[in-house]
């Protein structure tokens, strides 16, 4: 609730602040269209609702911001989360006299100096500094929303394709306001070299009394250090509380490597690792929402508080099992041991990977292996660059193939490639994905020797071997090297199977198991029954001189001679 308080406050303030700076960059126009934009925003915020909402907002912004520091056991940060939060507490004091000489100006004296000639003029002619206080206010308060908004998309799949367009926008909008600003402020202070000019351009406003501009001093003083002195005695409260804390004994988090950290009690995981400065991975800078700082933790059940209902949802989105927790929210009253769970370079999407998954469970798949026959012929003579240049262009082309049926590509084996098939879906799915992709893929290696054309002495040629059993998948390897990945005997017969399809002169070999489960017709292509090392029963299989001739529907279009069973 404290989230989504603290967002939708902070997006209402931005939705002010973009229509302010958009009438600003009007002033490239003329100080006449600003005054005509600005009396279509004064229109809409000028409204009581639309007050209540945009005054409201700020105080439960500033609020929940000031909360925030207070519930943060740790002020180590990282560079973005700092600057947001140290702009955040700076705005209030920067625009502070410009709400004061026009809002509260208005409200209590009834002064009508909201009118873009009088404010430029006080800020660019009447002292000239007001103007440069009033420009740094504009960016602070536009980079502290552009980093909050930062975090907030981030753990979208959708924002890193947007994300170059979004930093065009975000850089644009300001500069575009400053020029119009800077531009207005230079005609006015041209205006006002008549000594005349400023009686008759003023005439029709009613601008503050001595009395009431001292009265107006006061409140900005006032208000100035109301909102400095109130972060500053957080910030005191905090060190009070430290030192009170620190006689109630402290909390060892372990980490795998054998370091830990003696921590205050309340201190999450996540805070921890920073003051420990090991590093950890968190997209959504400790928000409990993108899941990429979960840990598997050990330690005693009156050490660990079971998760809120938030943190709850995210576990289950990602499917946790109970010893996994969300290291931005677990806050353990004991000793504790925790292992993270994605390297600290991780990504918004890995956020979205499956716990289960990760820490190795057993499913029934469909495993793919593909390998070019003869490359190592056909790479000598060649340069490393031709080579590499085919490779990928072999590689894309069955990545492709693999993904548009849902399947993922496990790993590339020089000039091979593992695939697994209904990881999500179950060995059905997964048994008709895999066959499908056997299908594109020939189709494809068509296409790519058309392509190639001369650049190859003989066309590209490729074998298959599908096969589907139990295995186990998880995440294995070490530090950045580790991936997820699958292991098991039906995983050596996929790529036993493969390397058959070299003996019997055909590019996919798949065992009968497969296309049983896939609902596939195959009769009218040759059969085999076959040994495979480490197996005590016959694995029956289907050959096929290309994959290509895969039935689409399921049901075989083309017969075909019956080969001796062996």
């Known amino acids: 609730m404290i989230r989504q308080l603290r967002l939708w406050s902070g997006l209402v303030m931005l939705a002010y602040v973009t229509m302010h700076l958009a009438n600003h960059a009007v002033g490239l126009v003329s100080l006449g269209a600003m005054d005509r934009v600005l009396g279509w925003v004064v229109l809409f915020w000028g409204t009581p609702p639309a007050q209540v909402l945009l005054y409201g907002g700020f105080l439960v912004h500033f609020a929940l911001a000031t909360w925030a520091l207070w519930e943060r056991r740790s002020l180590r940060v990282s560079f973005g989360e700092s600057t947001q939060l140290i702009l955040g507490f700076a705005i209030p004091i920067l625009l502070v006299r410009h709400v004061v000489g026009n809002r509260v100006a208005y409200d209590l004296f009834g002064a009508t100096t909201n009118n873009y000639t009088f404010v430029l003029w006080a800020l660019f002619v009447h002292p000239p500094r007001n103007g440069v206080w009033q420009l740094a206010a504009l960016v602070v308060a536009w980079v502290h929303a552009m980093v909050g908004l930062h975090f907030w998309l981030k753990i979208r799949p959708w924002y890193a394709r947007l994300q170059p367009v979004a930093l065009v ?52 003083q006032a208000l100035t250090w109301s909102f400095a002195g109130l972060v500053a005695a957080v910030l005191t409260a905090r ?27 309340g201190t999450s995981v996540l805070e921890a690792s920073r003051i420990a400065g090991i590093p950890h991975a968190h997209i959504c800078g400790g928000r409990g929402r993108c899941s990429t700082c979960r840990v598997r933790v050990r330690g005693a059940t009156n050490t660990i508080d079971p998760p809120d209902e938030a943190e709850k949802r995210v576990l289950r989105r990602i499917h946790a099992t109970e010893n996994v927790r969300l290291a931005c929210q677990l806050r353990p009253k004991g000793a504790v ?3 993270p769970l994605l390297p600290p370079f991780a990504y918004a999407r890995d956020g979205n990977r499956r716990v289960d998954f990760a820490q190795g469970s057993e499913r029934e798949i469909a495993i793919m292996f593909t390998d070019i026959r003869g490359f190592t012929a056909l790479s000598e003579g060649r340069l490393p660059y031709d080579v590499v240049f085919i490779l990928n262009r072999y590689f894309a082309a069955v990545g492709r193939a693999v993904e548009s049926v849902g399947g993922r590509v496990d790993k590339y084996l020089g000039d091979g490639v593992m695939a697994l098939f209904g990881i999500e879906s179950g060995a059905q799915e997964g048994c008709r994905g895999a066959l499908a992709a056997a299908r594109s893929i020939s189709e494809r290696m ?33 530090g950045a090297t580790s991936s997820m990945t699958a292991i098991g005997d039906a995983v050596n017969t996929a790529s036993r199977l493969q390397e058959l399809s070299k003996e019997y002169g055909c590019e996919l070999v798949v065992s009968e198991a497969v296309v049983q489960r896939a609902g596939f017709d195959l009769a009218d292509f040759p059969r085999h029954e076959i040994e495979i090392r480490g197996r005590r029963q016959m694995l029956t299989v289907k050959t096929l001189p290309r994959a290509a001739e895969l039935p689409a529907g399921g049901v075989a ?6 080969a001796a069973t062996i």
């Open 446 to 478: 068509e296409e790519l020797n058309a392509s190639l054309g001369t650049e190859i002495d003989q066309p590209l040629r490729i074998g298959i071997g599908i096969h589907a059993g139990p295995i186990i998948v998880g995440e294995m390897g070490y």
């Open 557 to 562: 279009t083309q017969a075909r001679p019956e």
């Open 169 to 220: 926008i975000a850089v644009l909008i300001p500069v575009l306001s400053l020029l119009g600003t800077i531009e207005a402020g230079r005609q006015i202070a041209a205006l006002a070299a008549d000594p005349t000019w400023t009686g008759n351009a003023f005439a029709q406003l009613r601008l503050p009394s001595p009395a009431a501009q001292q009265a107006l001093n006061a409140i900005t």
């Open 239 to 265: 060190l009070v509380r430290r030192f009170w804390r620190l006689r109630r004994g402290l909390v060892r988090i372990s980490y795998p490597d054998g370091r830990f950290v003696d921590v205050m009690p």
């Open 337 to 339: 041991e925790v292992t």
